[in-house]
C-alpha cells in the first residue's frame, strides 16, 4: 500500500469517528425542538436524518462551524419546509406546517399556545429557550441578523403572555 492511500484511507476513518460522535451526541438536540417547531414526530425524524446524511457529506467543511447542531438543524427545517410545500402542491388541502398535528407535550396549555405562533417565531423560541441557545447561536444557525431573532423573541413572547394568561 502506497502512503497516499495510507493517508487517505487514515481521513476516511477519521471522518467516520468524529461524524459518529457528533451524530451520538447531537441527534437529539436536533430531533427535539424540531419536533416542537413543525408539531410532526415523523417528519422531523425524516428531516433529521437527511439534514445529518448533509452533514456527513460535507463533513470536513461543518465539523469546523462554531454551531454545528444549529446548521444541522437549519437544513432539517428547511429540507421540511419545502418537503411540506411540495406536498401541499401535489396534494390539494394537504395541511399547512402549522396545522400539522401535534406530538403529545408535558404541557398541554403551553404546546398549544406555541402551535398558534407562525413558525418563525415558533422556531426561535423552541431554539432559545428549549435548547437554551444565546441569541447569537440561534441567528448563526437560522442564518438571520441577531435583530431579527430579537424582534421574533418579543413578539412571540409577547402574544404567548397573551395566550397563557
Known amino acids: 500500500m502506497d502512503h ?31 419536533v416542537v417547531t413543525l408539531r410532526d414526530p415523523e417528519l422531523a425524524c425524516e428531516a433529521v436524518e437527511e439534514a445529518m446524511t448533509r452533514a456527513y457529506r460535507s463533513w470536513w467543511k461543518v465539523r469546523d462551524f462554531d454551531n454545528q447542531p444549529g446548521w444541522v438543524y437549519r437544513v432539517a427545517l428547511n429540507w421540511a419546509t419545502s418537503f411540506l410545500r411540495r406536498t401541499r402542491r401535489e396534494v390539494h388541502g394537504a395541511h399547512p406546517i402549522d396545522q400539522v398535528v401535534a406530538a403529545p407535550q408535558p404541557d398541554f396549555d403551553l404546546c398549544s399556545a406555541l402551535g398558534h405562533l407562525d413558525v418563525k417565531y415558533r422556531t426561535v423560541v423552541v431554539l432559545r429557550y428549549l435548547l437554551d441557545w444565546s441569541k447569537d447561536d440561534v441567528a448563526l444557525a437560522l442564518d438571520i441578523p441577531n435583530g431579527t431573532v430579537k424582534s421574533r423573541l418579543h413578539r412571540a413572547l409577547r402574544t404567548l403572555r397573551k395566550e397563557l394568561t
Not at 487514515?10 to 468524529?18: C, D, G, L, M, S
Not at 451524530?23 to 438536540?29: A, E, H, V
Open 4 to 34: 497516499a492511500a495510507t493517508i487517505g484511507s487514515y481521513q476516511v476513518r477519521t471522518k467516520h469517528r468524529e461524524f459518529d460522535e457528533f451524530y451520538r451526541s447531537s441527534w437529539d438536540d436536533v430531533y427535539r425542538p424540531l
